[in-house]
């Protein structure tokens, strides 16, 4: 496709002629990237237009910038438009819509889930954490701590029940919650 192309003309009266074209095809790229729940066309300087993949590829109403904000979970494709050629990116799948991060609080780990014996919490040196709690299902708390430093902190819990529980940690820049099963 792309390369110089000749071609030679005969014209009236004896006189050749020659017809020189360059030609440079410029593909159009369907890729997309994803960033939480929005996905970017890469392709720049084009029209877009967003489908539902889940719906048959049915038009998104009014998504048709360079990236789109899924509303919903589901899978979405983007048709890439430039210069009278058309083409569909891969549908990507988004499954966090309505799911808020949560702020890193500096616990990093809580483990084993399922325990038996102890609990283990393990801190990094991003952030303290200000307050912690262990509450059973019923709201009760049987553990609580304030001001835990960075390392390895281990909750004896071998008498209580089997049961659900939720870590819950505060720091100043957010909160954290993690289940566990005993």
Known sequence: MTGTYN?????????????????????????????????????????YQWVDCNNGFASIAGATAQSYTATANGSYAVVVSQNGCSDTSVCTAITSVGIAALANTGLNHVYPNPFTEEIVLSINDFEPIASLKIYNMLGNV????????????????????????FVYAESAVGRSVFKLVK
């Open 7 to 47: 071609r030679y003309v005969s014209l009236l009266g004896g006189c050749d002629s020659l017809i020189k074209l360059n030609l440079y095809v410029v593909p159009l790229s369907k890729a997309v990237t994803q960033s939480g729940i929005t996905i970017t066309a890469t392709q720049t300087a084009a029209t």
């Open 142 to 165: 049987l553990w609580t701590s304030e001001n835990l430093t960075t390392g390895v902190h281990k909750i004896p819990a071998a008498t209580w029940p089997a049961g659900v529980y």
